[in-house]
Structure formats: C-alpha cells, structure tokens
C-alpha cells in the first residue's frame, strides 16, 4: 500500500504563504489525491482535490488563495497556500482516494 508523507508545515503570520508537499511512497499518476485539514475541537475538512487529470476543486474558504498541484514524476502533490489566516490554523493531511492518509503536518498561522 501506498505510503503518504506531508512537509512544509510551520509557524507563518497572518498573510503569509507556505506550500505543503505530500510525497507517495509509489506511483500516484492514476489516482485522485486530495488535501484535507483538521483544526482544534472541529470535525476533518475537505481543502483541496486534483484529479489523474489535473482537474481541481476548492472549498470555499480556501478558493482564491490554495492551490493544489501534482508532479507525477516525483510521486508528490503540493499545496500553495497564500494569504494565509488565523483560521487557516490545522493539521493538514494529505489523501489518495479512496482511504490513504498521510500522519498530517501543522501549521499555524499567528501573529
């Protein structure tokens, strides 16, 4: 089975960036991968899905300011994310559809 690894993660002030990288143990080209996060005291949220084909898709809160990427030659997914907010503030877990998860990475966005 796959193995999912995330990095990146990091204390950053509000308006800030990070890109957050999620690194497969093998091939990923035909699979969906996704980006979900978790902050304190509230349920897993989807962030961010890129499709085998590249095609992406956004919540909300996130559209206009995340970008997710893939580079299949390296196995890796990427998550840009700018003008980052205190409620960005998660443990954001890396997903290969349908139920492979990464052990998550923190980031935390204050001031």
């Known amino acids: 089975q796959v193995q999912l690894v995330e990095s990146g993660g990091g204390l950053v002030h509000p308006g800030g960036s990070l890109r957050l990288s999620c690194a497969a143990s093998?091939?990923?080209?035909?699979?969906?991968m996704a980006w979900h996060r978790q902050a304190p005291g509230k349920q897993r949220e989807f962030v961010a899905l890129?499709?085998?084909?590249?095609?992406?898709s956004y919540s909300n809160s996130v559209k206009g300011r995340f970008t997710i990427s893939r580079d299949n030659t390296k196995n890796t997914v990427y998550l840009q994310m700018n003008s980052l907010k205190p409620e960005d503030t998660a443990i954001y877990y890396c997903k290969k559809l349908p139920a492979t998860w990464g052990q998550g990475t923190q980031v935390t966005v204050s001031s």
């Open positions: 093998g091939n990923i080209f035909s699979s969906i």
């Open positions: 890129i499709t085998e084909s590249g095609g992406t």
